[in-house]
């Protein structure tokens, strides 16, 4: 009994510190008041992680290396491939990712490689791109995520 109880905790805190995370992004997305309306479509139905994974993504402000390592000096700032992971890394050009990758491009119908940014602004690019986010497994919070909104639907 202890046993369960102590587990469902920890899922508490974590979901709320993922739900404080998308809160303060959210905070930061609607302070922008051209972007407003845009933003708020944009992150219409996901998750809060995956509403927070994309925004950090955007902003810069994401769980990759290259964005750790400008805070923590004892942090790598390079992928497990050798390069530095910069966001334009893992979206555009690690082969880790080679295969999620292959079949995001092949599922936006895109003969040549967007840019980041491009990836990242298109409404219609926002669900193949999280399927890639989690198929590449580099955001493991993501997948937790969608498993929890499945279980939800069931
Ligand atoms: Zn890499």
């Not at 929890?148 to 639907?153: H, L, P, Q, W, Y």
Request: negative net charge; glycine residues 6%.
């Amino acid at each position: 009994m202890a046993e369960l109880s102590d587990a469902s905790e920890e899922e508490g805190s974590e979901w709320e510190e993922g739900e404080q995370a998308s809160w303060r992004c959210g905070r930061q997305l609607f302070a922008g008041t051209q972007l407003t309306s845009r933003s708020a479509k944009y992150y219409d139905g996901l998750h809060c992680r995956q509403a927070s994974l994309l925004c950090r993504l955007c902003t810069g402000a994401c769980a990759l290396n290259y964005h750790r390592a400008k805070f923590d000096p004892a942090q790598t700032d390079l992928c497990e491939c050798g390069k530095q992971e910069t966001r334009e890394h893992v979206l555009l050009a690690c082969p880790l990712y080679d295969e999620a990758r292959h079949s995001l491009l092949q599922h936006l119908w895109l003969l040549k490689i967007p840019t980041a940014g491009q990836l990242l602004d298109k409404p219609l690019y926002r669900n193949p791109l999280l399927d890639f986010l989690d198929r590449t497994g580099r955001f493991p919070r993501l997948s937790k995520a969608l498993e929890v909104e499945k279980k939800e639907k069931e």
